[in-house]
Structure formats: structure tokens, C-alpha cells
């Protein structure tokens, strides 16, 4: 994925005469290329003057950053106890078949990042995928085909 560095320059001016809005900065950084290259951290370091090793130690210790590429849609399967149970595992498989990747990766073509999530609050509606924030619980196959195939308006939403 190439970066867009006139708008990492633009996010860094906003934040020049501040020193003290150096999260701020990594998470807007963040928010605009949808993770933290190493490439720009280094650039970021270079630009306001803080060294390589802090800007790393904060886009670590904040679980928000993510130093590997992530899909435009974020797809997380509930694990829990009550969705496992409900057949989460079957789900999880049928979700990674169908785009190829394993947990924890990205499609080839950048739409898709695929988690595992450990029970969202929802155990009622399990099995559960959660796509961009939004929960589909009772979740089956076909559902999956729907929302991953690109048309979720046509998938109810359980919450
Ligand atoms: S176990 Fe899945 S929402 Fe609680």
C-alpha cells in the first residue's frame, strides 16, 4: 500500500507547535492510512524530532495502532464461550475460506481484515460477526455469503 505523504505532512503540520499532541498525531496518522508503516513513523520521527524508539513504544503500547496493514472492513468473529458453543468455530472457518486468509490477516486485495474477539457483550445473538462495528448475530452461511459478497443491506442487523 503506498502512502500518502502529502496528507502524513498535512496531519504533522497540524500538530508542529504542539509537543505534547504526539498520540494525537500518531492517531490521526492512524485514522487517515488506517495503520502505522514504518516508513512514516520514521518520517514522523524525522519531522517533529522524537526519536524512532518512542514513537514505536507508544503505536505498541496502545492497542488502537497497528503497525500492519489493515482491510477498508474489519471483520471480527466472536470466540467466546457462548458463540462457540453456538458454532463460532464453523462460522470462523466458513468467513476465512471465503476469503482466503487466515485470522489476524488481510486480503490480498486490502477490502478485508479478519480477527477473532472474545465475546462482545452480544451472547444472546451467537453466533456473532461484527463488519465495520456493526453486529450480525445468528449468524449462518448464507448471511455470511450476503455481507462479505457486498450487499449487508440485505442482512439484518441484530443490534
Ligand atoms: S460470547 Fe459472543 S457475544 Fe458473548
Given at each position: 500500500m503506498k502512502v500518502d505523504f502529502e496528507k502524513v505532512n498535512g496531519i504533522i503540520e497540524k500538530y508542529?507547535?504542539?509537543?505534547?499532541?504526539i498520540i494525537a498525531l500518531l492517531q490521526d496518522i492512524s485514522a487517515e492510512i488506517r495503520y502505522l508503516p514504518e516508513e512514516v513513523i520514521r518520517h514522523v520521527s524525522d519531522e517533529i524530532e522524537v526519536p524512532v524508539s518512542r514513537l514505536y513504544s507508544l503505536a505498541t503500547f496502545y492497542?488502537?495502532?497497528?503497525l500492519e496493514p489493515r482491510g477498508e472492513h474489519e471483520v471480527q468473529i466472536c470466540m467466546g464461550t457462548a458463540c462457540h458453543v453456538r458454532g463460532a468455530p464453523r462460522m470462523l472457518e466458513n468467513v476465512t475460506q471465503k476469503l482466503n486468509i487466515k485470522p489476524g490477516e488481510t486480503t490480498g486485495d486490502g477490502k478485508f481484515t479478519v480477527e477473532t474477539v472474545n465475546c462482545?457483550?452480544?451472547?444472546?445473538?451467537?453466533p456473532l460477526l461484527v463488519l465495520d462495528g456493526k453486529y450480525y448475530g445468528k449468524l449462518t452461511q448464507r448471511k455470511i455469503e450476503k455481507l462479505l459478497g457486498g450487499s449487508d443491506d440485505e442482512v439484518e442487523q441484530s443490534c
Open positions: 508542529r507547535d504542539d509537543r505534547e499532541a492497542t488502537s495502532f497497528r462482545v457483550g452480544a451472547c444472546a445473538l451467537g
